[in-house]
């Protein structure tokens, strides 16, 4: 059975600690992973990664994919009250010919001021 | 552009009762997804339509039907409303198919079931 495990639950941190948000998954027929912050509403979407040891940055935010480990890290620098947010892991996976997407249960992050 | 958009933004049925969750997009994408989301249990996909014309059951299908009505639009039924379909529910689209996308999500809509 697919599944996406991320850790930690919940973190709490103070602004400027750097944070690293995990993210395992078993899937068949791995295609990409993707990660996303959701604030109050929907997620927004943050990285896209397909390949193994290629760093995608984002101002503060960095994250890498280790396809051989099955394991992917978010990290977050300088971290800012406005990072407070559900950080959610979704690996695509292809089954006879379609596509769909599954979810771990997200990291909630809050970062105090 | 609107993106994805989702109707009604909350809803709130006696047990029993039917509704239609209506979705659409604008960005001619292939793939339509719906989810629902519940406290500590992260986005459960329900049925996702890869093309136009073709549906297919995700983790969580008892309960709901769906409708791809054409490539715009992916409509949630519940035919006969349940206290644990009480959630937060998802539409979201991506170009899919030959290579890999980023989703773009809706709004969402609350249901409250009674």
């Known amino acids: 059975e697919d599944k996406v495990v991320q850790s930690p639950l919940s973190l709490v941190v103070h602004e400027g600690d750097t944070v690293t948000l995990n993210c395992s998954y078993e899937?068949?027929?791995?295609?990409?992973l993707l990660w996303y912050k959701q604030e109050k509403k929907a997620p927004t979407f943050l990285f896209m990664l397909?390949?193994?040891?290629i760093e995608k940055k984002s101002g503060r935010l960095s994250s890498i994919l280790d396809k051989k480990e099955l394991f992917s890290i978010l990290n977050i620098t300088a971290t800012q009250t406005g990072d407070s947010a559900i950080y959610l892991c979704?690996?695509?996976?292809?089954?006879?010919?379609?596509?769909?997407?599954?979810f771990g249960t997200g990291t909630r992050l809050k970062v105090l001021a | 552009n609107a993106g994805v958009t989702q109707t009604p933004k909350f809803q709130v049925l006696k047990t029993g009762q039917s509704m239609t969750l209506q979705c659409a997009q604008d960005m001619n994408h292939n793939s339509m997804y719906w989810y629902r989301q519940d406290p500590g249990m992260g986005l459960r996909l329900i049925y996702y339509?890869?093309?136009?014309?073709?549906?297919d059951k995700g983790e969580v299908p008892n309960g709901y039907n769906v409708s791809r009505l054409n490539k715009r639009e992916f409509s949630l039924r519940l035919e006969s409303a349940a206290p644990s379909q009480t959630s937060v529910y998802f539409c979201a689209s991506s170009e899919g198919a030959v290579s890999s996308y980023e989703q773009y999500f809706g709004p969402g809509t609350r249901l409250t079931v009674t």
């Open positions: 339509s890869a093309s136009e014309g073709t549906t």
């Open positions: 899937v068949t027929n791995f295609r990409s």
């Open positions: 979704a690996v695509e996976s292809s089954a006879s010919g379609t596509y769909k997407y599954i």
């Open positions: 397909t390949s193994s040891g």
